[in-house]
Protein backbone atom coordinates (compact mmCIF):
# COMPACT_ATOMS: atom_id res chain seq x y z
CA UNK A 1 0.00 0.00 0.00
CA UNK A 2 2.65 2.31 0.86
CA UNK A 3 4.26 1.72 -2.20
CA UNK A 4 1.66 2.28 -4.17
CA UNK A 5 1.33 5.53 -2.72
CA UNK A 6 4.61 6.77 -3.00
CA UNK A 7 4.28 6.04 -7.02
CA UNK A 8 0.99 7.83 -7.14
CA UNK A 9 3.01 10.86 -5.47
CA UNK A 10 6.18 10.67 -7.71
CA UNK A 11 4.31 10.62 -10.98
CA UNK A 12 2.13 13.62 -9.67
CA UNK A 13 5.65 15.23 -9.01
CA UNK A 14 7.04 14.49 -12.40
CA UNK A 15 3.65 15.64 -13.94
CA UNK A 16 4.01 18.86 -11.86
CA UNK A 17 7.73 19.83 -12.30
CA UNK A 18 7.14 19.03 -16.56
CA UNK A 19 4.18 21.25 -16.63
CA UNK A 20 6.68 24.16 -14.26
CA UNK A 21 9.15 23.51 -17.03
CA UNK A 22 7.05 24.20 -20.04
CA UNK A 23 5.19 27.56 -18.71
CA UNK A 24 8.51 28.79 -17.00
CA UNK A 25 10.79 27.93 -20.13
CA UNK A 26 7.87 28.41 -23.21
CA UNK A 27 9.41 30.04 -26.43
CA UNK A 28 9.07 33.52 -27.78
CA UNK A 29 5.36 34.99 -28.52
CA UNK A 30 4.63 35.01 -32.30
CA UNK A 31 2.91 38.36 -32.43
CA UNK A 32 3.07 37.95 -36.33
CA UNK A 33 0.72 35.37 -36.52
CA UNK A 34 -1.25 36.67 -33.74
CA UNK A 35 -4.90 38.69 -34.21
CA UNK A 36 -4.69 42.43 -33.58
CA UNK A 37 -6.39 43.52 -30.54
CA UNK A 38 -6.54 47.04 -32.12
CA UNK A 39 -6.02 48.87 -35.24
CA UNK A 40 -4.70 52.60 -34.50
CA UNK A 41 -2.88 55.37 -35.75
CA UNK A 42 0.41 56.32 -34.32
CA UNK A 43 -0.66 60.13 -33.35
CA UNK A 44 -3.67 57.97 -31.56
CA UNK A 45 -1.90 55.77 -30.17
CA UNK A 46 0.67 58.65 -28.92
CA UNK A 47 -2.27 60.86 -27.38
CA UNK A 48 -4.05 58.21 -25.76
CA UNK A 49 -0.40 57.17 -23.59
CA UNK A 50 -0.08 61.06 -23.18
CA UNK A 51 -3.33 62.33 -21.70
CA UNK A 52 -3.80 59.26 -19.25
CA UNK A 53 -1.03 56.61 -18.89
CA UNK A 54 -2.55 54.53 -16.56
CA UNK A 55 -5.92 53.95 -18.71
CA UNK A 56 -3.71 53.45 -22.00
CA UNK A 57 -1.74 50.82 -19.94
CA UNK A 58 -4.91 48.92 -19.17
CA UNK A 59 -5.92 49.29 -22.78
CA UNK A 60 -3.41 48.62 -25.03
CA UNK A 61 0.03 47.05 -22.68
CA UNK A 62 1.15 43.48 -23.91
CA UNK A 63 -1.11 43.11 -26.43
CA UNK A 64 -0.86 42.96 -30.51
CA UNK A 65 -2.02 46.13 -32.39
CA UNK A 66 -1.79 47.29 -36.08
CA UNK A 67 -0.43 50.49 -36.29
CA UNK A 68 -0.21 53.03 -39.46
CA UNK A 69 1.59 56.03 -39.64
CA UNK A 70 4.28 58.20 -41.55
CA UNK A 71 8.08 56.91 -41.05
CA UNK A 72 10.33 59.51 -39.52
CA UNK A 73 13.04 58.04 -38.50
CA UNK A 74 14.68 54.79 -38.99
CA UNK A 75 17.55 52.65 -37.87
CA UNK A 76 18.87 49.35 -39.21
CA UNK A 77 16.76 47.58 -35.60
CA UNK A 78 13.63 50.11 -35.77
CA UNK A 79 11.30 52.18 -37.28
CA UNK A 80 10.00 55.73 -35.66
CA UNK A 81 6.40 56.59 -36.57
CA UNK A 82 4.92 60.20 -36.68
CA UNK A 83 7.82 61.29 -33.80
CA UNK A 84 6.18 59.09 -31.38
CA UNK A 85 5.92 55.11 -31.85
CA UNK A 86 9.06 53.56 -31.80
CA UNK A 87 8.20 49.68 -33.33
CA UNK A 88 11.32 47.13 -32.56
CA UNK A 89 11.87 45.17 -35.79
CA UNK A 90 11.95 41.45 -34.71
CA UNK A 91 13.38 40.99 -38.57
CA UNK A 92 15.68 43.54 -39.98
CA UNK A 93 15.65 41.72 -43.14
CA UNK A 94 12.02 43.94 -44.52
CA UNK A 95 13.82 47.40 -43.09
CA UNK A 96 13.71 48.04 -46.58
CA UNK A 97 11.22 51.46 -45.85
CA UNK A 98 12.35 55.01 -46.95
CA UNK A 99 10.98 57.85 -45.02
CA UNK A 100 8.20 60.01 -45.08
CA UNK A 101 6.64 56.97 -46.31
CA UNK A 102 3.12 55.66 -45.09
CA UNK A 103 3.75 52.28 -43.49
CA UNK A 104 1.26 50.03 -41.38
CA UNK A 105 3.16 47.72 -38.55
CA UNK A 106 2.04 45.05 -36.56
CA UNK A 107 3.71 44.53 -32.92
CA UNK A 108 3.22 44.57 -28.88
CA UNK A 109 3.25 47.40 -26.89
CA UNK A 110 5.70 47.66 -24.47
CA UNK A 111 5.10 51.03 -22.71
CA UNK A 112 5.48 54.65 -22.95
CA UNK A 113 8.55 56.34 -22.11
CA UNK A 114 7.72 59.44 -20.19
CA UNK A 115 11.15 61.15 -20.78
CA UNK A 116 11.02 60.84 -24.80
CA UNK A 117 7.61 60.92 -24.87
CA UNK A 118 7.41 57.97 -27.32
CA UNK A 119 5.28 54.49 -27.54
CA UNK A 120 7.52 51.50 -27.20
CA UNK A 121 6.32 48.15 -29.66
CA UNK A 122 8.09 45.60 -29.80
CA UNK A 123 8.59 42.26 -32.48
CA UNK A 124 6.78 44.13 -34.63
CA UNK A 125 7.54 43.21 -38.60
CA UNK A 126 6.03 45.87 -41.44
CA UNK A 127 2.69 44.70 -43.19
CA UNK A 128 3.26 46.65 -46.29
Do not use: H, W
Not at 4 to 31: C, E, H, M, N, Q
Not at 92 to 104: Q, Y
Amino acid sequence: MKKKIRIVILIIVIIAGYSAYKYVFKGPRDVSAETAAYVTTANLLKSDFASNQTVANAKYLGKTIIISGKVTEKTKESITLNNGVVCVLSSTANNNIKLNTDVKIKGKVDGFDDLFEQVKLTESSVLN
